[in-house]
């Protein structure tokens, strides 16, 4: 009988034959899709654009553009509703550079996916564990389960990187807890999603890692997931529940965190009480599966608050997707930091972990404070989790942060050089964008 992995791969062929008969290379997907303009690629005509698309799904070399499109994909999902053969484009961009990190032998492949989620998982056992003690870590743990004689209402789903900054995770679980929601908590590179072996093209690994945490999630018995990360969303929803559900016949149904609770929120109102007498902007993604307009509505039932609009937002779902587009992605925080600054804002939102890694370190630079949308939420709730990680990142120096952590160090165990290694790379390197305002294009 064929494996996990081999029955993974195979599904997937099948439906990408699916794409190839239904697709006529209409176009619609590439005339509205905002890559190409930001990357500079040739979409004077769409037809041609999706055409090449499908030549590589067929196993062909691809025009340059239609390679390139599919390369730089920044998943924002405008091409999610234009289809009218019912075809998901974003997920057959996913297939087409699958064809393509395929022409790259397979043990280069295999290589790069297990550095890839080596190096996370070092950065994610690290930073978690200089934020918070043993006891209060473990909230975040697969391991905290009660017994239960009932399922739990819902599973939330961590992801990886979210651990990096635990303190949000813990003000999901108060937020849920304080709405008498159950739950189980499932995450962290026991629980991946397989985006870091997918991208370099190590997808048989990444179909093992995937279908691999949907068995823990479906061993909750529950069918409803809560999801932090944006890309963990898309690899599961779009890529690997399909076929979990083809092979084993459960259906897990997976839904951003905001988005759930802003359809919560006759049952979270009563709960935000407390006034947050402030002036926020949010850092916007155009294309954010929903989750922009659920924290507008989260953030605007808080008492005393007020959201501004800045005109600004990035065409891509997260910024950790925007990467292969250069510069882009840094010219438009640098845009977004400048316009709260130009509109008075007492706090800049960020959406996801991934934000607030890179706004932490710009906090001393503007007169103004970053906080993740979930903070705002807690403090209306009179609900407060330690931001530790950005107090940390703050102090702009490795010796220093290893000062600062030395009991947390000597707790969790940890090896103090391999913990310097950590924070020079991925808390006080984890900046797209550089703190110096003197080095931001020009305003």
């Known amino acids: 009988m064929a494996d996990a992995a081999e029955q993974f791969l195979a599904s997937l062929d099948s439906r990408v034959d699916e794409i190839l008969n239904a697709c006529t290379a209409c176009g619609a997907c590439a005339a509205v899709c905002p890559t190409p303009n930001v990357a500079g690629i040739d979409a004077s005509d769409p037809q041609a654009l999706a055409a090449g698309v499908l030549d590589v799904l067929r196993g062909d070399t691809g025009p340059e553009n239609s390679e390139q499109w599919a390369t730089l994909c920044c998943g924002s999902g405008f091409c999610l509703t234009v289809c009218e053969h019912g075809v998901n484009p974003r997920f057959m961009l996913t297939m087409a550079r699958r064809v393509m990190t395929a022409r790259t032998a397979e043990d280069e492949r295999r290589v790069a996916g297990k550095a890839a989620f080596q190096k996370m998982s070092r950065g994610v056992r690290v930073l978690s564990r200089l934020s918070m003690p043993p006891a209060l870590l473990e909230r975040l743990s697969p391991r905290s389960h009660p017994e239960r004689d009932e399922p739990p209402d819902l599973v939330f789903y961590t992801g990886c990187n979210m651990l990096k900054t635990p303190h949000i995770g813990l003000l999901c679980l108060d937020v849920l807890e304080r709405l008498g929601i159950t739950y189980e908590v499932h995450g962290g590179p026991g629980s991946c999603c397989g985006i870091l072996q997918s991208r370099p093209g190590d997808t048989a690994n990444a179909g093992r890692q995937a279908l691999s945490t949907l068995d823990k999630l479906a061993q909750s018995k529950t069918s409803q997931v809560l999801s932090w990360c944006p890309t963990c969303q898309i690899q599961f929803s779009e890529t690997a529940i399909p076929v979990y559900q083809e ?104 959406i996801y972990h991934s934000d607030h890694r890179e706004f932490a370190g710009h906090e001393t630079a503007w007169p103004f404070e970053t906080a993740n949308y979930m903070e705002l939420i807690g403090e209306s709730m009179g609900v407060e989790q330690p931001d530790m990680f950005k107090q940390l990142k703050q102090m702009g120096d490795a010796d220093a942060v290893l000062a600062a952590s030395l009991d947390l160090i000597e707790a969790h165990g940890l090896d103090l050089e391999k913990v310097r290694g950590v924070v020079l790379s991925d808390m006080l390197g984890d900046q797209m964008l550089p703190i110096d305002r003197s080095l931001h294009p020009a305003e």
């Open 247 to 350: 092979q084993t016949g459960v259906a897990l149904d997976m839904t951003l965190f905001p988005v759930f609770l802003a359809s919560q929120l006759d049952r979270l109102r009563p709960h935000m009480t407390r006034p947050v007498n402030k002036r926020v902007a949010i850092y916007e993604f155009a294309g954010g599966l929903g989750v922009v307009e659920a924290i507008k509505t989260l953030l605007t039932a808080i008492p005393g608050l007020e959201v501004v609009e800045l005109g600004v937002a990035s065409i891509g779902y997260t910024g950790i997707a925007l990467a292969p587009l250069g510069d882009y992605h840094k010219n438009t925080m640098a845009k977004g930091l400048k316009a709260a600054e130009d509109a008075r804002v007492d706090t800049f939102v960020g």
